[in-house]
């Protein structure tokens, strides 16, 4: 079993659309869950972090982190034609190195 | 806003070859990272460095890999002897603490060996 599970897409929605972006994972030790998105030749930027479980809120983003069902979100409202990307979950455990291990991504395309 | 600068965007090799790529990681940040990215796979991870040494490395980074910093700004990974299935973008990325959250990414270089 793979440990971050991320489905490759692409997702296609129109513009206005509530979009939900989902992984998980079987190292329960993952303690630190991040949110990157990745624009087309361009290296990936951070969105957001969760530490632990709970709901996470940064303007039209939420991430949400359920550790009993090792399953995470990011849920984008109003969705817009500029988060067309594809989308990276990542997560780490607490102490150590902190290396991220990163799911395939996601691509997501927003249509006017 | 700072960034993380890598030159060159594309470099096409022969395979074979040695390749070096460069990166300018942000100024004030300590910890600096490679990683790589198969089209269409996740991102993986090579090597940390801090304080002059590595800290850490992956499986994948071998006896082909090597990263040094020259001087008080550049941070390179050279690979000595090129494969095909080192064709790839990699990554450059620096943080100013040891937690992943704080990374920043460069835009890249896309290699392919031929």
């Known amino acids: 079993q793979k440990e971050v599970e991320q489905d490759p897409g692409p997702l296609s929605v129109p513009e206005g659309a509530i979009v939900s972006l989902n992984c998980t994972y079987s190292n329960s030790a993952f303690q630190y869950f991040m949110w990157y998105r990745q624009y087309s030749r361009k290296g990936p930027e951070l969105l957001m972090y969760t530490y632990s479980s709970g709901n996470k809120e940064d303007g039209r983003f939420t991430a949400q982190v359920d550790k009993s069902s090792k399953y995470i979100s990011l849920f984008i409202r109003d969705s817009q034609p500029s988060d067309s990307a594809t989308y990276l979950c990542?997560?780490?455990?607490?102490?150590?190195?902190?290396?991220?291990?990163f799911g395939r991504g996601t691509s997501l395309i927003v249509h006017p | 806003e700072p960034e993380v600068t890598q030159t060159p965007s594309h470099q096409v090799t022969q395979m074979g070859q040695e390749v070096i790529l460069r990166c300018v990681p942000i100024s004030n940040h300590l910890y600096f990272y490679w990683y790589r990215q198969i089209l269409g796979q996740k991102v993986e991870f090579l090597v940390s460095f801090y304080n002059n040494e590595i800290s850490e490395k992956s499986e994948i980074f071998d006896d082909q890999f090597s990263v040094e910093r020259p001087d008080g700004s550049n941070f390179t990974l050279k690979i000595r002897s090129t494969k095909l299935e080192d064709s790839a973008m990699y990554f450059c990325?620096?943080?100013?603490?040891?937690?992943?959250?704080?990374?920043?990414f460069g835009s890249g270089t896309r290699l392919t060996v031929v």
């Open positions: 990325a620096s943080s100013d603490g040891g937690t992943s959250v704080g990374y920043t």
């Open positions: 990542a997560m780490t455990v607490s102490g150590g190195s902190y290396i991220p291990t």
